[in-house]
T-cell receptor
Framework: GQQLNQSPQSMFIQEGEDVSMNCTSSSIFNTWLWYKQDPGEGPVLLIALYKAGELTSNGRLTAQFGITRKDSFLNISASIPSDVGIYFCAGSSNFNKFYFGSGTKLNVKP | GAVVSQHPSWVICKSGTSVKIECRSLDFQATTMFWYRQFPKQSLMLMATSNEGSKATYEQGVEKDKFLINHASLTLSTLTVTSAHPEDSSFYIC???????????FGPGTRLTVT
């Protein structure tokens, strides 16, 4: 199946720093979703985006739906140790099938 | 928020046996459920889309006779891995899409180990 290009693959940052990651697709999507997955668990939905240009926040997390509808980014401000995990983007063009990025592994050093 | 459960959370079986995994939407009705497989340190790969009351749609390369999917009600979908082999060992995750909803919610996953 289709996979999205997600970058960076991994990040090592200091507590308190801001983080940015993004996803790009060759296809136009109507929905972008961002998830966080902890080891051995299922992904947890962080933010959902439905309109091109939309900017949505959830606490320290902010995500944007790219104007071309082929990309999205996720920012985490003032990172804390519990932000550690793998972040996945997911995109869909028809709500019946979602494609996932390869994941960004975030490591936060206290 | 929407809650999706999976059972069992982990299972060990012998090669050649079959294993059934259940996916339930606990507080909403799910017209569509998805089944994913995730290998260590990799992303989620969609296996099939399950629609209540109809046959599942399988992704290319996924054997429908090996991975049997049944979505008999609006709150339950099952994945049966038939004649399991060690290469089927993986983390299987389901997700559910509510009617009129454009967000999918994931279950906690099932770790399958085939010996």
């Amino acid at each position: 199946g289709q996979q999205l290009n997600q970058s960076p693959q991994s990040m090592f940052i200091q507590e308190g720093e801001d983080v940015s990651m993004n996803c790009t697709s060759s296809s136009i999507f109507n929905t972008w979703l961002w998830y966080k997955q902890d080891p051995g668990e299922g992904p947890v939905l962080l933010i959902a985006l439905y309109k091109a240009g939309e900017l949505t926040s959830n606490g320290r997390l902010t995500a944007q739906f790219g104007i071309t509808r082929k990309d999205s980014f996720l920012n985490i401000s003032a990172s804390i140790p519990s932000d550690v995990g793998i972040y996945f983007c997911a995109g869909s063009s028809n709500f019946n099938k979602f494609y996932f990025g390869s994941g960004t592994k975030l490591n936060v050093k206290p | 928020g929407a809650v999706v459960s999976q059972h069992p959370s982990w299972v060990i079986c012998k090669s050649g046996t079959s294993v059934k995994i259940e996916c339930r939407s606990l507080d909403f009705q799910a017209t569509t459920m998805f089944w994913y497989r995730q290998f260590p340190k990799q992303s989620l790969m969609l296996m099939a889309t399950s629609n209540e009351g109809s046959k599942a749609t399988y992704e290319q390369g996924v054997e429908k006779d090996k991975f049997l999917i049944n979505h008999a009600s609006l709150t339950l979908s099952t994945l049966t891995v038939t004649s399991a082999h060690p290469e089927d060992s993986s983390f299987y995750i389901c997700s559910a899409l509510g009617q009129g909803d454009s967000e999918q919610y994931f279950g906690p996953g099932t770790r399958l180990t085939v010996t």
